[in-house]
């Protein structure tokens, strides 16, 4: 029964605990379709986004709100 009890009391405290927040992916590349001048701005790189408009027709421009993160910065240079 104490067992019974101390998950009971414990279950709460268990969904309530706090989690990683979910990050949202700003990729560099997005597509303006001619059609209905929608846009899609999920794409890794100009190619793929160009594939994307085959066909379609529009433009790939790069997006105007990516941060770009550190991985793809470059390299500082040592100070002397």
């Given at each position: 029964?104490?067992?019974?009890?101390?998950?009971?009391?414990?279950?709460?405290l268990?969904?309530?605990?706090?989690?990683?927040?979910?990050?949202?992916?700003?990729?560099p590349?997005?597509?303006?379709?001619?059609?209905?001048?929608?846009?899609?701005c999920?794409?890794?790189?100009?190619?793929?986004?160009?594939?994307?408009?085959?066909?379609?027709?529009g433009?790939?421009?790069?997006?105007?709100?990516?941060?770009?993160?550190?991985?793809?910065?470059?390299?500082?240079?040592?100070?002397?």
């Amino acid at each position: 029964m104490k067992i019974a009890s101390a998950v009971l009391l414990a279950l709460p405290l268990v969904l309530l605990a706090r989690t990683d927040a979910a990050h949202a992916q700003n990729y560099p590349w997005c597509a303006q379709y001619a059609i209905m001048g929608s846009i899609n701005c999920g794409f890794i790189s100009l190619e793929q986004c160009n594939a994307a408009l085959s066909g379609n027709g529009g433009y790939c421009a790069p997006n105007p709100i990516v941060r770009p993160s550190a991985e793809y910065l470059p390299a500082a240079k040592p100070r002397r």
